[in-house]
């Protein structure tokens, strides 16, 4: 008997995270003196703003380390409804807020609570990478609904009609977007609003990114849509992106009571309460003002425009103009069946392989994201690592040969 033999089935099946290996391979050749230039990582890179900071500090200083409710503290749990109403018109309660360690428990934890073996979940492409093993992990199965380009990736009530079968629970709706930074408008969420409540379909509305969107029209959940979609909606949003808070592990969901309470109670059994000093510092970063965030969304708008202009200009890799988050995604398919100095590329793994290898240029293969035609880049990096790592890559496009 091997060792994989005592591995559960759900385990065998749930693959590693491809943007965490892409990252942890670069950081590798970077300590081995390697000129990586990463456009890999899913986090800002500023600093979290001092006040924040200090609000943690204090909070361990002051003693608050020990546990907490396992669906949070009321004071953060106050800071989220508040936030919610006076950003997004959305009233809740707090026992309809459960605080989690990150989004990403917060979506595994709505997918626990509402998806049973053999419900269907409907999650278009390219979607965040979790999204799929989190499903299966509840013993679901993912069907995939394929967006691209010619809709800005974002799915129409028409595909959204023709994905649903009678064991259809659930649709999870991306925006802004991990990875192509498309947002969907108010228009185009109302008419799919439209399809969910006359199906009785619940929704998970992951809005991460809501604070990084460029457009003049800004951000809007699908919750706004109507009362009835609202009650089906389970909204998950957090700290780490806008307030530069990855390592701070604080995520929320906003759920009817019912739900809400189903998710508070796996959370207990899993992780209990997420970190209490992180959770004092959350409350800072939601009730403190938004001028360092500002300044971060400022920056990060002018490197898209330099990233997107400069990938543009690169025979063979169109890329479209993203209006949230901070990931360029670019369609390598007239890059596909040539060779480079390492090697042919054959997939989106092959080509960040060889990025990676022959210019030291780290990308995230769009495989991992259900989309294998692109790579993502993402320019939560300096413009300097911008101008020059994309100049590496229009060189390495240059130099490659039938």
Not at 1 to 30: E, P, V
Not at 68 to 96: F, H, M, R, V, W
Not at 297 to 311: G, P, S
Request: overall charge neutral.
């Amino acid at each position: 008997m091997t060792t994989a033999t005592f591995l559960s089935h759900r385990a065998s099946q749930t693959g590693d995270s491809i943007t965490m290996a892409i990252s942890a391979l670069a950081q590798q050749m970077k300590k081995e003196g390697k000129p990586v230039i990463g456009f890999s990582a899913g986090e800002p890179d500023f600093q979290t703003p001092l006040p924040i900071q200090e609000a943690g500090i204090r909070a361990i200083r002051d003693g608050k380390t020990t546990y907490t409710a396992a669906s949070g503290i009321p004071e953060l749990k106050a800071a989220i409804c508040n936030k919610l109403l006076a950003d997004n018109q959305l009233s809740y309660q707090p026992n309809q807020v459960v605080v989690s360690c990150g989004a990403k428990q917060s979506i595994y934890n709505a997918i626990m609570a509402t998806v049973d073996p053999g419900d269907d979940v409907i999650v278009p492409t390219p979607y965040w990478v979790s999204y799929p093993d989190q499903i299966g992990l509840a013993g679901g199965r993912s069907v995939l609904v394929h967006t691209d380009e010619s809709t800005a990736f974002k799915m129409t009530p028409a595909q959204l009609t023709a994905a649903i079968t009678p064991k259809t629970k659930l649709v999870i709706l991306n925006s802004p977007s991990n990875p192509t930074g498309s947002v969907y408008t108010r228009q185009e969420l109302t008419a799919l609003a439209k399809v969910i409540v006359e199906h009785r379909l619940l929704v998970i509305s992951d809005e991460i990114y809501e604070k990084l969107i460029y457009s003049d029209e800004g951000h809007v959940s699908i919750a706004q849509i109507s009362p009835e979609v609202k009650a089906l909606t389970i909204v998950i949003n957090g700290v780490s992106k806008s307030y530069a808070m990855t390592g701070w592990r604080i995520g929320y969901a906003a759920a009817n009571p019912v739900i809400a309470d189903a998710m508070g109670k796996i959370q207990s059994h899993t992780t209990s309460n997420p970190t209490t000093p992180s959770q004092w510092a959350s409350v800072q970063a939601l009730t403190g003002g938004d001028d360092e965030l500002n300044a971060m969304k400022t920056a990060f708008h002018a490197r898209r425009d330099e990233m997107v202009k400069r990938l543009n200009d690169i025979p063979g890799l169109p890329t479209l103009l993203p209006d949230g988050a901070f990931y360029a995604f670019p369609n390598i398919s007239a890059l596909i069946g040539k060779r480079s100095p390492s090697g042919v590329i054959t997939d989106s793994a092959t080509c960040c392989q060889r990025l990676l290898e022959d210019v030291y240029v780290a990308c995230v293969p769009g495989i991992g994201f259900g989309a294998d035609s692109f790579i993502r880049l993402s320019y939560a990096t300096s413009m300097a690592a911008i101008e020059e790592g994309v100049t590496r890559m229009a060189q390495w496009v240059g130099s490659l040969t039938p």
